[in-house]
């Protein structure tokens, strides 16, 4: 089974900064799918980006980019200018393309201040 | 519906006490899957359901839980004689189906304890 790793339980950023959280994988296959979901108080997981393995280019979606890293099975998320909105629960997740089960990470909580 | 809609959004029960869980998904949405989250973890796959057929039940934790789409749109997850280590975030999420790389929609999920 793919696992994957978020080292980063708690991190902390000011309003209009960047911060980067970090994502790591474990898989044999040589296509797959990686997420970002972003979880407020309100419990809903929202999507924030998504990655198909076998495209070289990072996505980006508005403020939000990945370091998409395939040899090092790496995908971090990078939040720029950030907002006292974006605090909340980030989840790392991993998709076989054979499959449809999303694995997740623990996540990392990420607070936004003044 | 306009997204996916999941209720109680809170739960309390007495230990031994059988609950449903109801998920109201996308219309049109052929996939449906529950996931349960305990604290300060990710969420955990417990079943998927593509229309009314059930094609897996693997992460189902034991035989107290069964879930259910008999129509193909709205499902039931139930947990019978609750236990505490049944309390947890349960999340409901849907899609159209071929489109698994654009991930899914979730619920806002509910809330289970167990006292």
């Known amino acids: 089974a793919q696992t994957v790793t978020q080292s980063q339980p708690e991190m902390s950023v000011q309003e209009a900064e960047t911060v980067t959280l970090s994502c790591t994988y474990d898989?044999?296959?040589?296509?797959?799918?990686l997420f970002w979901y972003k979880q407020p108080p309100s419990r809903q997981m929202i999507l924030v980006i998504r990655q198909e393995a076998y495209k070289q280019q990072n996505a980006t979606e508005n403020r939000f980019s990945v370091n998409f890293q395939k040899a090092a099975k790496s995908f971090s998320l990078k939040i720029s200018d950030s907002q006292l909105g974006d605090t909340a629960m980030y989840f790392c997740a991993f998709m076989s393309p054979s499959g449809y089960a999303l694995n997740f990470g623990k996540g990392t909580s990420l607070l936004v201040t003044p | 519906g306009a997204g996916v809609s999941q209720s109680p959004r809170y739960k309390v029960a007495k230990r031994g006490q059988d609950v449903a869980l109801r998920c109201d998904p996308i219309s049109g949405h052929v996939s449906l899957f529950w996931y349960q989250q305990a604290l300060g973890q990710g969420p955990e796959f417990l079943t998927y359901f593509q229309n009314e057929a059930q094609l897996d039940k693997s992460g189902l934790p034991s035989d107290r839980f069964f879930a259910e789409r008999p129509e193909g749109s709205v499902s039931t997850l139930k947990i019978q004689r609750t236990q505490q280590e049944d309390s947890a975030v349960y999340l409901c999420?849907?899609?159209?189906?071929?489109?698994?790389?654009?991930?899914?929609?979730f619920g806002s999920g509910t809330r289970l304890t167990v006292v």
């Open positions: 898989t044999s296959e040589s296509n797959y799918y």
């Open positions: 999420a849907s899609s159209f189906g071929g489109d698994r790389g654009r991930g899914y929609t």
